[in-house]
């Protein structure tokens, strides 16, 4: 690495270095200063130790003599000596010392609560949505504000939802749901749920650390069912994993039941297609991966009902899939009302309400 530094150091500044994570999260972040910079090869420097040689003296067990007058920012010894070897050696130790830093910077996102905003569409859901809110406020990291867009209910849900201090807003289809609750939302990121999936205590802080860590603007994840049969649990795998290898292969799948993205971005492709009638998810993925870096995660792993496995019967359901896949593969997004899906849910969008 010093050796690197002294042969390019003339181009070592601070700038944005296309294709390197840590850059990316850098400069999305705006937390782009005097202390970090990264040289062409995507090294990392730290650029205060030059203007402060006793914290460099704190960590590296050095005198400032030493150091002498080195200009990590220009990458070129400018002490009086000119010593090479004393600059490799210090710059050596310093490598390690950014290597600390690194991991320092890519910490878990602790000390921020209230970066996250949920959002979930329901309908007729007061059966699954007090497990969904309580797996929510079990997470490790305390998102800012819970919206329940609600298509609609003539049970409990909306009363459900007031009693465990969710905003309760006006859905219908849940791509229209979801944009409703999303324009209610604050904070820098938007985390898209069902009303029946079940999130696991540290889910919401392992996909918010992979996205920032990873530079990505959106991502989902891998499901897996509320079943024990193996027949069902095998078909979810299956399922998951083709999620996983078509995003990898640029034709991007999500689940709805858990999605996380950048609030900038989620505006800049104008939220969720509502003229799309089912699998309105999967074209918002693939919407997102043209706009932002999108992913599909092995981890974290949340939990989705197989209810309509069990109404439904196993093949029709499957067999359901299964066509709408192939109509979005050979002509497009699922826009005429060919697959019936959410039969009851009110089309039209309405406004945000109490």
Same mark, same amino acid.
């Given at each position: 690495?010093? $050796?690197?530094?002294?042969?390019?150091?003339?181009?070592?500044?601070?700038?944005?270095?296309?294709?390197?994570?840590?850059?990316?999260?850098?400069?999305?972040?705006?937390?782009?200063?005097?202390?970090?910079?990264?040289?062409?090869?995507?090294?990392?420097?730290?650029?205060?130790?030059? @203007? *402060?040689? $006793?914290?460099?003296?704190?960590?590296?067990?050095?005198?400032?003599?030493?150091?002498?007058?080195?200009?990590?920012?220009?990458?070129?010894?400018?002490?009086?000596?000119?010593?090479?070897?004393?600059?490799?050696?210090?710059?050596?130790?310093?490598?390690?010392?950014?290597?600390?830093?690194?991991?320092?910077?890519?910490?878990?996102?602790?000390?921020?609560?209230?970066?996250?905003?949920?959002? @979930?569409?329901? *309908?007729?859901?007061?059966?699954?949505?007090?497990?969904?809110?309580?797996?929510?406020?079990?997470?490790?990291?305390?998102?800012?504000?819970?919206?329940?867009?609600?298509?609609?209910?003539?049970?409990?849900?909306?009363?459900?939802?007031?009693?465990?201090?969710?905003?309760?807003?006006?859905?219908? *289809?849940?791509?229209? #749901?979801?944009?409703?609750?999303?324009?209610?939302?604050?904070?820098?990121?938007?985390?898209?749920?069902?009303?029946?999936?079940?999130?696991?205590? #540290?889910?919401?802080?392992?996909?918010?650390?992979?996205?920032?860590?990873?530079?990505?603007?959106?991502?989902?994840?891998?499901?897996?069912?509320?079943?024990?049969?193996?027949?069902?649990? *095998?078909?979810?795998?299956?399922?998951?994993?083709?999620?996983?290898?078509?995003?990898?292969?640029?034709?991007?799948?999500? @689940?709805?039941?858990?999605?996380?993205?950048?609030?900038?971005?989620?505006?800049?492709? #104008?939220?969720?297609?509502?003229?799309?009638?089912?699998?309105?998810?999967?074209?918002?993925?693939?919407?997102?991966?043209?706009?932002?870096?999108?992913?599909?995660?092995?981890?974290?792993?949340?939990? @989705?009902?197989?209810?309509?496995?069990?109404?439904?019967?196993?093949?029709?359901?499957?067999?359901?899939?299964?066509?709408?896949?192939?109509?979005?593969?050979?002509?497009?997004?699922?826009?005429?009302?060919?697959?019936?899906?959410?039969?009851?849910?009110?089309?039209?969008?309405?406004?945000?309400?109490?």
């Amino acid at each position: 690495m010093p $050796e690197l530094w002294e042969r390019t150091g003339e181009d070592v500044g601070h700038h944005y270095r296309p294709g390197c994570a840590e850059s990316a999260k850098a400069f999305r972040a705006g937390s782009y200063g005097p202390d970090i910079g990264y040289t062409p090869g995507g090294h990392r420097f730290i650029s205060d130790l030059a @203007i *402060l040689p $006793e914290l460099a003296d704190r960590h590296l067990g050095t005198g400032a003599g030493e150091l002498g007058n080195y200009n990590l920012d220009r990458g070129r010894d400018e002490s009086a000596s000119g010593d090479r070897e004393t600059t490799k050696s210090v710059l050596q130790r310093l490598g390690g010392l950014t290597r600390r830093r690194r991991h320092r910077v890519r910490a878990p996102n602790r000390k921020r609560p209230g970066s996250v905003c949920v959002v @979930i569409p329901a *309908l007729n859901e007061e059966e699954h949505l007090p497990e969904a809110v309580d797996a929510i406020a079990a997470q490790t990291l305390s998102p800012r504000q819970v919206i329940v867009a609600d298509g609609g209910s003539t049970d409990r849900t909306a009363e459900i939802a007031r009693a465990r201090e969710c905003r309760v807003v006006r859905g219908g *289809l849940p791509g229209v #749901g979801r944009n409703n609750g999303a324009r209610e939302a604050q904070g820098s990121w938007l985390l898209f749920l069902d009303a029946d999936v079940v999130v696991p205590p #540290g889910a919401l802080e392992e996909a918010l650390a992979i996205a920032e860590t990873g530079g990505f603007d959106a991502l989902s994840c891998w499901f897996v069912p509320d079943s024990n049969g193996w027949w069902v649990r *095998l078909m979810h795998w299956v399922s998951a994993g083709y999620f996983w290898l078509s995003t990898r292969l640029r034709w991007p799948h999500s @689940i709805g039941g858990f999605i996380l993205v950048r609030r900038e971005l989620h505006e800049a492709v #104008g939220g969720f297609d509502e003229s799309v009638i089912v699998a309105e998810d999967q074209d918002y993925a693939r919407r997102l991966s043209r706009m932002g870096r999108y992913a599909f995660v092995s981890r974290p792993r949340v939990v @989705i009902s197989t209810r309509r496995f069990r109404s439904e019967g196993f093949v029709r359901a499957s067999a359901r899939w299964l066509g709408i896949e192939l109509h979005r593969i050979l002509l497009g997004e699922v826009r005429r009302p060919l697959f019936r899906y959410f039969d009851d849910a009110p089309e039209q969008q309405g406004d945000a309400r109490g």
